[in-house]
């Protein structure tokens, strides 16, 4: 019974009229170990049917990536990078700065550099008193030029006495 | 569509697409490569994708296209990729090999089919779609793809049944 369905579906089936569901028939049939000694040339072609379906997989990712989600992420490296960094130096920058924790030479350089300073701090100051004394001269040349003043009034008045005395001496001759 | 929704729409038919893409070009790492560019293609135009009807069958027309391609290329820079040209330096036992795996044998056989024939064979036998879907696919009409099923089927089964009462040789 069963055979002669097996035996005309697979007329059909070689004429490319079977439906799915009828060759699905046949798949379960091959599928078994015991079939019949004439049909058993069709036995590897429905195998590989069933055996390729389930065996041949694509096994690789699926490439569903963007390069957005990429450029964030270097962003938030170099965020933190920088972010790092500069707690780094604000935290240990500044241990370097009491006077203790220098070097020998780094605290010579220094006690050098404050040498110089206050020698140029004390001349500057010597300095400004000599400024102070120019103001005080100018003040007293300022105060002399108001008496020259008075000297060209005073000659002024002389240079008459002169040219009368002179006018004089011209009437007595 | 995010990458989750798009996984999501393309796990069903990956592997359809993979085991087309090997009937076609035979090699593992070919149809491994022509799948990879399949999905890039999908993944690249997903914006577009709402608008498609039938992704899968979309995805298979995309790779029959891309495979057909690809073994025209092959075959311009006269590198066959169909590894049945090695056959002969190995002669009698390689083939006893074969014949022993009559499995192995079936696959071979489909390998000698003209193209269309192993598209529409692969796409009815072992994904099982039907001739509606197929057409799509192939861009045939029904009977077209009845007739060349039809003759494919024919074929395997000669040979077949040749190799099952004589043996290979």
């Known amino acids: ?173 | 569509m995010t990458q989750t929704d798009f996984t999501k729409l393309v796990l069903p038919f990956k592997d359809k697409v993979f085991r087309l893409a090997k009937r076609l070009l035979v090699s593992r790492e070919e149809a491994e490569d022509a799948t990879q560019e399949i999905l890039l293609k999908l993944w690249k135009n997903k914006q577009k994708i709402a608008e498609y009807k039938n992704v899968e069958a979309f995805s298979m027309t995309m790779t029959k296209n891309f495979c057909l391609d690809r073994l025209k290329s092959k075959q311009a820079q006269n590198l066959k990729i169909v590894h049945s040209n090695y056959e002969e330096k190995n002669t009698s036992l390689e083939k006893q090999v074969e014949a022993r795996d009559s499995v192995d044998w079936v696959s071979k056989i489909i390998e000698e089919l003209p193209e269309q024939q192993k598209i529409i064979l692969q796409l009815r036998d072992i994904e099982e779609y039907d001739f509606d879907e197929i057409a799509k696919v192939v861009e045939m009409n029904p009977t077209a793809i009845r007739v060349a099923l039809s003759r494919a089927r024919k074929t395997i089964r000669e040979k077949l049944t040749n190799t099952h009462r004589y043996g290979i040789k």
């Open chain 1, 1 to 173: 019974m069963v055979l002669n369905s097996i035996e005309k579906l697979l007329e059909k089936y070689d004429n490319g009229e079977t439906t799915i569901k009828e060759e699905q028939q046949l798949k379960a049939y091959f599928a078994q170990d015991e079939v019949a000694p004439h049909l058993e040339s069709y036995k590897p072609l429905f195998q590989y049917f069933n055996t390729t379906k389930q065996e041949d997989l694509y096994t690789k990712d699926v490439p569903a990536k963007t390069k957005k989600s990429y450029i964030y992420q270097w962003i938030s490296v170099a965020a933190l990078l920088v972010l790092s960094l500069g707690i780094f130096t604000t935290q240990f920058g500044d241990t370097k700065k009491t006077f203790s924790d220098l070097s020998a030479e780094e605290q010579i350089a220094y006690n050098q550099a404050v040498e110089v300073f206050d020698l140029v701090g004390s001349k500057f100051e010597q300095g400004e008193s000599n400024i102070a004394a120019f103001g005080l001269m100018s003040k007293k040349l300022s105060e002399g030029a108001e008496n020259f003043e008075h000297v060209s009034e005073f000659s002024k008045a002389t240079n008459k006495i002169l040219k009368s005395k002179k006018k004089k001496q011209n009437k007595n001759k």
